[in-house]
């Protein structure tokens, strides 16, 4: 699949138990990666440099992480009509004053905004700064650009690899050895389920007493075994690191563009930083 090259290289970075995962697109749009140690982050830049012929004084990279959605806050609106920006603005500050416990100085929010053949969706998100700055915090020295949702990164890793968009209503299983997450992106929302042990069954059965459904589609990807697993269930195969692969596809043509949670840097994202 082509991968159109901006003028920052991104940089797809995954924190795991014993590496990191690290992975980007090369001049020939092929997807390259390693595994480094907290201590290689000091290096990392220069590693990119070398291997991506790279002169120091020329290279710019943007590198991007996700966090699990167990800790993102998210609410769906469905609008009347459209709005513009400073609207937009407007009712993320309205709603998240009244739904959310704490002040709004202790949230980073952010929000995507898409316009309806009937109505206008709004999809708001929030992170309690202190949570996300901690998350942030393991990737030091490194300067984290775009924190996104791990659910994003794999619905846009399954969308890369098997080169098809995602059926409506279908579920999304997702393991490594953290644990195992259920994505299902729906119409108007998108449910996520996060369990730190059990297996992809288990994680299935517990999603559709959970929601009262059961999906009629499912993908799985799993870096652990996976013994019982339901034989209509679709796998997707590869070598790549999963989720650094999802996150280094943040805002790149794939088969529809995809959004992002938090510009950590963006400057019209004041309330970021």
């Given amino acids: 699949m082509f991968i159109r090259h901006q003028s920052a290289i991104q940089v797809g970075l995954c924190y795991r138990p014993q590496h990191i995962d690290v992975l980007w697109f090369d001049s020939q749009n092929q997807a390259q990666f390693l595994q480094c140690s907290e201590l290689d982050l000091l290096t990392l830049s220069s590693t990119l440099n070398q291997k991506l012929n790279q002169s120091p004084r020329r290279a710019n990279y943007k590198f991007i992480t996700a966090i699990m959605p167990q800790h993102i806050w998210q609410k769906s609106l469905i609008l009347p009509h459209n709005l513009n920006t400073l609207e937009c603005e407007q009712q993320c500050h309205f709603t998240l ?144 690191p999963f989720i650094a692969l999802g996150n280094a596809l943040w805002q790149q043509e794939t088969l529809q563009k995809s959004t992002a949670l938090f510009g950590v840097k963006a400057p019209s994202l004041e309330k970021m930083t």
């Fill in 97 to 240: 004053t009244h739904e959310l416990p704490i002040p709004l100085e202790e949230v980073w929010y952010d929000y995507t905004a898409m316009p309806l053949k009937q109505g206008f969706r709004l999809d708001i998100f929030a992170i309690r700064q202190q949570i996300a700055k901690n998350y942030l915090n393991q990737f030091i020295p490194l300067q984290i650009d775009v924190l996104d949702s791990v659910a994003k990164a794999v619905l846009r890793a399954r969308e890369y690899i098997l080169e098809q968009p995602l059926p409506i209503d279908a579920l999304v299983l997702y393991q490594d050895e953290s644990g195992a997450l259920a994505i299902h992106q729906k119409r108007q929302q998108t449910q996520t389920l996060y369990q730190t042990d059990g297996n992809l069954t288990a994680l299935f059965e517990q999603y559709c007493q959970r929601y009262d459904e059961k999906p009629e589609k499912v993908f799985y990807y799993s870096t652990e075994s996976t013994p019982h697993i339901a034989s209509d269930w679709v796998e997707i195969n590869t070598s790549l």
